[in-house]
């Protein structure tokens, strides 16, 4: 029996039922989205000369589309690790070089630096009470944060963004501010900006020993690029986690057997990639431990448990304790 089916069987627990209607609703993918068309210059306005007002506005990506940047740039830059230890430094440019293109195109289609505006003008508009301005700001984050779903904790995104709206609507400037911490929170805009400021930074840094043909410094800089990358699949990894735990446990907890094992399942498999990318020694470890939990917890709930929903409650708040301990 599917866990679909389950949940719509005749005297399924509502919670069950409420947390998959959810987690649907979370998962439906969405059409791309594109930059409106500018609006039109005044009749006898001459032309600006600006290169920023002449470049196109960079097409926001669907998350599919972003998954598919990262993982080419992954791909090229696995290649350079290879070839920087050779002797053709103009191959490990030109691939280096495909790399930043890809990493680039995740950036700009990715719009988090529009996102993370949006956070600053929304608490900006708070600070004064300008409730108007930070309803406007918070809108706006809920429209751009779609393409990054893959690296946010999507539960939690949802609920804050939608108290935040609530709180500006109403005038509520202290309940406004909660949410929009939680909100902030769920998507740590300023990490994955910094992995992908990190991993660019290096690139370029690469590509200059290539130039002097300084193989060994070469070799550092795409190891730094490596491990930037491998920081924002860290990071994507914990906030697929941190969602698969929290409504597993309350799949189990609602005596949704199928569909709460599912999701544990897919959170130990979230956190063998988070071991893979852990950025040091003591974060792995900690990370394997979580993992090992999860999957004892997969293990033995093969009838509905109690016990088994309050230890994933408590792994969750583990997992979301390590997530926002990643550095800017």
Same mark, same amino acid.
């Given at each position: 029996?599917?866990? #679909? ?36 210059? +005044? ?7 600006? +290169? ?12 599919? !589309? ?10 090229? /830059? ?7 230890? @050779? ?13 930043? =293109? !890809?990493?680039?195109?995740?950036? =700009?289609?990715?719009? /988090? ?22 309803? #406007? ?20 995104? =949802? ?30 805009? +300023? ?24 193989? +060994? ?18 990071? @994507? ?7 698969? /735990? ?13 569909? @709460?094992?599912?999701? #544990? ?22 990370? !394997? !431990? ?39």
């Amino acid at each position: 029996m599917s866990s #679909v089916t389950e949940l719509l069987r005749p005297g399924a627990a509502p919670g069950a039922a409420a947390a998959m209607v959810l987690l649907a609703a979370l998962w439906v993918p969405g059409a791309p989205i594109t930059a409106a068309d500018p609006a039109p210059a +005044p009749i006898g306005t001459p032309p600006s000369k600006s +290169p920023a007002a002449t470049r196109p506005a960079a097409r926001r990506l669907t998350p599919a !589309e972003l998954r598919s940047s990262l993982d080419k740039a992954d791909k090229y /830059l696995g290649q350079s690790e290879r070839l920087v230890r @050779g002797d053709d430094p103009g191959r490990v440019s030109l691939t280096l070089a495909r790399a930043d =293109e !890809e990493l680039t195109r995740f950036q =700009e289609g990715s719009a /988090l630096l529009p996102l993370q505006r949006a956070f600053e003008d929304a608490r900006r508009a708070a600070r004064v009470s300008d409730m108007g301005a930070a309803g #406007v700001a918070v809108r706006r984050a809920r429209d751009l944060m779609g393409a990054v779903s893959e690296f946010t904790v999507l539960r939690q995104t =949802e609920e804050a963004s939608r108290t935040a709206q609530r709180a500006a609507d109403s005038m509520d400037g202290p309940e406004l501010v909660a949410a929009l911490d939680r909100f902030e929170a769920a998507v740590l805009a +300023p990490v994955l900006l910094a992995r992908l400021r990190e991993s660019r930074e290096a690139i370029s840094r690469a590509r200059q020993a290539m130039v002097h043909r300084n193989m +060994p410094e070469g070799r550092n800089q795409v190891a730094a690029a490596r491990r930037a990358l491998d920081g924002l699949e860290y990071a @994507g990894a914990l906030s697929r986690a941190s969602f698969s /735990l929290s409504i597993g446990a309350e799949l189990l907890g609602s005596d949704s057997v199928i569909a @709460g094992r599912d999701q #544990v399942q897919k959170a130990a498999r979230e956190l063998r990639r988070a071991v893979e990318a852990a950025p040091d020694k003591d974060t792995r470890t900690a990370v !394997e !431990e979580a993992r090992v939990t999860a999957t004892e917890v997969w293990k033995r709930s093969g009838r509905a448990s109690r016990n088994a929903a309050a230890q994933l409650v408590d792994l969750a708040a583990r997992v979301e304790a390590l997530r926002r301990q990643q550095r800017v």
